[in-house]
């Protein structure tokens, strides 16, 4: 089945520096998400870009999505120490609507 | 906002036991979903569920089953549990119509089974 690879598996930076986080996928998708885990917790939704979007920002995120070579990126800007979490990227099923594929995540450290 | 909650945070069980983890979530969600999530595999869909009764086998059902009776309750059973189901469960929801649109996730179960 289609799965999101989230690229690289771990990220240490300073506070105050950028952080990009990269996910590849293998099939066709509607849309793709970037999910937050911080440290035993659950997940936590960050934002959503359809496969006709190429460019999305929320705050101090920015997720752009490549649907030619089936790749998003997730930026981060102005790190904080709070940002400190895993991140997921997931995508949808086609043949089965309603459910996502997770990637394995990046764990991001960011220290101050 | 929106709310799903999981009947324990951490939980401990003999193999062989049969364990029950509810999932409950507080905005009418027709979308219920159990993952559960291990080191260096992500997480992993184990059974879904888009409507009262209704079931879907995502990619690891095996070992486990499901029972949805109410809108808002999701169970996940382990008839006979195994050291290797020794993970941590995660519950989500979602709104039918956008069921591949944002999904809520509940805070985990963390399960030890010796």
């Known amino acids: 089945s289609q799965q999101g690879e989230e690229d690289p598996q771990a990220l240490s930076i300073q506070e105050g520096e950028n952080a990009t986080m990269n996910c590849s996928y293998k099939?066709?998708?509607?849309?793709l998400q970037w999910y937050r885990q911080n440290s035993g917790r659950g997940l936590v939704h960050l934002i959503l870009?359809?496969?006709?979007?190429r460019e999305k920002h929320s705050g101090r995120l920015r997720v752009t999505l490549d649907t030619s070579k089936k790749s998003s990126s997730l930026l981060i800007t102005a790190s904080r120490a709070a940002d400190t979490a895993s991140y997921f990227c997931?995508?949808?099923?086609?043949?089965?609507?309603?459910?996502?594929?997770f990637g394995k995540g990046t764990t991001l450290s960011v220290s101050s | 906002d929106v709310k799903v909650t999981q009947s324990s945070r951490y939980l401990v069980k003999r193999t062989g036991e049969k364990v029950f983890l509810e999932c409950v979530q507080d905005?009418?969600?027709?979308?219920m979903f159990w993952y559960r999530q291990d080191p260096g595999l992500g997480l992993r869909l184990i059974y879904f569920?888009?409507?009262?009764?209704m079931k879907e086998k995502g990619d690891i059902p095996e070992g486990y089953s499901v029972s949805r009776e109410k809108k808002e309750r999701f169970s996940l059973i382990l008839e006979s549990a195994s050291t290797n189901q020794t993970s941590m469960y995660l519950c989500?929801?979602?709104?039918w119509g956008t069921g591949t649109g944002e999904q809520y996730f509940g805070p985990g179960t963390r399960l030890t089974v010796t």
């Open positions: 569920s888009y409507d009262v009764k």
């Open positions: 997931a995508t949808d099923r086609r043949q089965a609507g309603t459910a996502l594929i």
């Open positions: 989500a929801s979602s709104l």
């Open positions: 870009i359809r496969s006709n979007e």
């Open positions: 905005m009418d969600h027709e979308n």
């Open positions: 099939t066709s998708i509607n849309n």
